[in-house]
């Protein structure tokens, strides 16, 4: 989670009573099995900035149950790097700066100030004085310097944390809280990657072998430390009253929840099946179909449960079909097109997802309005213009209805491992309509990571994140194109491209980077080494009607996760749902749609 990178706080000691909630059956995640979390008085700053999206009619307290996915093998990012991971090491170790939850800039978060040299090579951060472990050690330069030992030690399972640290010299501690970073070049990323550090407790960690750490973390400095781990069915995290990250008035109202619990289920049908009994709080959907077709229940249609989508400014990448470059069939641009011209996307778009996602013409869709590049137009679904395109490159229809060219017959693998989606069925039967010999290779997905990492590939689909701080070089350089497990997949090499993302790494403003990111999709759109497939455009959510929740629900890049660090339990709505339910009566409508709008 991104967002978790924002705190404050002091001791609490969870005694007592238990949570102020009635108990009943439709009202299962209050849990009133769990005591209440009493916090610390702890005098916040003077001055400092609030966060805007943060709402000061939030209280603290109740327990938050969502979905947790699979169950977990670590849920030490640095070990074991995906989303849910990142999501619960945030919220117990904290780094230097975090990025600010509206503007492209940093904010302080372990940092209580930064200073950058003249040549933009050196960083010297100041740790807040008030900053501490949750055994009540001071949090200490040595910790970040103990972070940088720990993950550059190859002993270590982080290689994939290597690669950007290594542009970093081991940090210089200059006194108690104070340390100096040396970046080996100069690239406006390794501020953001100094800033990055993170205090590991040096203190608790230094005789344990790190490899080993993956369910327990006795010593945390962030707003939650664990409460509860149930092999294979949940993992629940207690808030800390003691966080001395609450004395920010960036991290006001904020961390609301004393408890998050995370459970585990695979399956996504029966997932929902979990939120209409009550079990889940909040349930995210991702799938189309599931949305469109079984998301309209007896407990939404009372507005018990709120079905809501959210447009905000969350990062988009994109996904498209990667079309492996290497290979001579492919380095034609024309058969590269003519394979776009045969994805029939429109189809796809109304009889498969229900409208829900917008159709690709670029590789960096937040950057325009609409998500739309208006310099290029969308590659339309056209086998006539696919069939005159392969034949200007040289592939003929031979006697058996199949292309040749000097001898071979075009025949191209599309790799995929899971249960093939009918998307591939459509577009390799239009294939094989203009006379290609295409087939689906089927794989397990060790054998679908192995081939991608060794370029063994035709045609594979690919699904990219993105954040705010766009980096092209890993996935865009020429110098990247034959590495071995490489994220530039198609190999792509481009000396226009190469000389754009020399340019930006010394530009520290990031929205002019991102008019030169502009000028990059512009050559990856004339080059294609992807069929742009689509993108979705917005959040799909189902949660029980008894939280408050910031106006525009979410924050403004994130997605769900954020709902953890900004929503509350509402009192008077969960009476109000009880009510509702005991009489079998309805709530009134809540919007349906919100558009972030600032």
């Known amino acids: ?78 070990l074991d790097y995906n989303q849910f991971s990142s999501q619960l090491s ?30 933009k090579t050196t960083y010297t951060f100041k740790i807040h004085a008030e900053a501490k472990w949750s055994d009540g050690t001071d949090i200490t330069a040595q910790d970040i310097q103990f972070y940088y030992d720990i993950i550059m030690d190859p002993k270590h399972l982080t290689s994939l944390f290597r690669v950007s640290l290594s542009k970093l010299d081991r940090p210089e501690i200059l006194d108690k809280k104070t340390l100096r970073v040396r970046a080996n070049e100069v690239h406006w990323r390794n501020f953001w990657t100094a800033g990055g550090l993170t205090a590991f407790p040096k203190h608790a960690w230094k005789d344990l072998d790190f490899n080993s750490i993956h369910f327990e973390f006795p010593v945390v400095s962030g707003p939650y430390q664990i409460h509860e781990v149930k092999t294979n069915r949940s993992i629940s995290l207690k808030r800390r009253g003691d966080w001395w990250g609450r004395t920010l008035k960036f991290n006001q109202h904020k961390y609301n929840f004393d408890y998050l619990v995370f459970k585990s289920l695979e399956d996504r049908t029966k997932a929902l099946e979990v939120l209409k009994k009550g079990d889940f709080d909040l349930y995210p959907i991702y799938t189309a179909r599931i949305w469109e077709r079984q998301t309209n229940f007896p407990q939404v249609q009372k507005n018990w449960v709120v079905r809501q989508t959210i447009y905000n400014q969350e ?24 394979l776009g011209h045969l994805l029939n996307r429109e189809l796809m778009l109304e009889k ?36 005159k395109l392969l034949g200007q490159a040289g592939w003929k229809i031979n006697d058996q209805g199949l292309l040749e060219k000097d001898g071979e017959i075009f ?31 089927v794989v397990s997905l060790a054998s679908f990571r192995k081939r991608m990492d060794n370029h063994e590939f035709d045609l594979a689909w690919t ?5 705010r701080l766009r980096d092209p070089e890993s996935m865009w350089h020429s110098k990247t194109a034959d590495d071995i497990a490489t994220q530039n997949i198609p190999g792509i090499e481009n000396e226009e491209i190469d000389q754009l993302i020399e340019k930006q790494k010394s530009i520290m403003d990031i929205d002019q980077r991102n008019e030169i990111i502009k000028e990059i999709d512009l050559e990856l759109i004339d080059t294609i080494p992807y069929i742009l497939l689509w993108q979705s455009d917005r959040h799909k959510l189902l949660y029980w009607n008894r939280f408050g929740t910031p106006k525009t629900i979410l924050d403004k890049f994130n997605r769900e996760d954020s709902a953890l660090v900004y929503w509350w339990f509402d009192q008077d709505k969960a009476d109000a749902l009880l009510k509702a339910q005991q009489s079998n009566s309805a709530l009134p409508a809540v919007a349906s749609e919100i558009h972030y709008s600032h």
Request: net charge neutral.
């Open 90 to 119: 945030s919220l117990m170790f904290e780094p230097l700066i975090g990025m600010h939850s509206t503007e492209n800039r940093p904010v302080g978060v372990l940092a209580s100030s930064w200073e950058i040299s003249e040549d």
């Open 1 to 78: 989670m991104k967002n978790c990178y924002l705190f404050f706080f002091l001791v609490l000691i969870s005694t007592l009573p238990f949570i102020n909630c009635s108990p009943n059956k439709d009202q299962k995640s209050l849990n009133t099995s769990l005591p209440p979390i009493e916090d610390q008085a702890i005098p916040v700053e003077d001055g400092g900035e609030i966060d805007p999206i943060a709402s000061d009619q939030a209280v603290r307290g109740g327990v938050f149950n969502t979905w947790g996915g699979g169950y977990p093998k670590s849920i030490n990012q640095w």
């Open 411 to 441: 025949s191209l693998k599309f790799l995929y491992h899971g249960t093939p989606l009918p998307h591939l069925t459509i577009f390799l039967e239009d294939l094989k309509k203009v006379g290609l010999q295409a087939e689906l290779d």
């Open 352 to 387: 498969l997802m229900f409208g829900q996602y917008f159709l690709l013409n670029n590789y960096f869709p937040d950057l325009y309005p609409n998500n739309t590049n208006p310099n290029h137009p969308l590659i339309q679904y056209s086998p006539e213009k696919a069939r």
């Open 315 to 338: 990062p988009k990448s994109f996904q498209g079909f990667a079309i492996n470059l290497r290979k001579k069939k492919f380095q034609d641009k024309q058969v590269r097109l003519a």
């Open 463 to 467: 699904n990219w994140s993105a954040s």
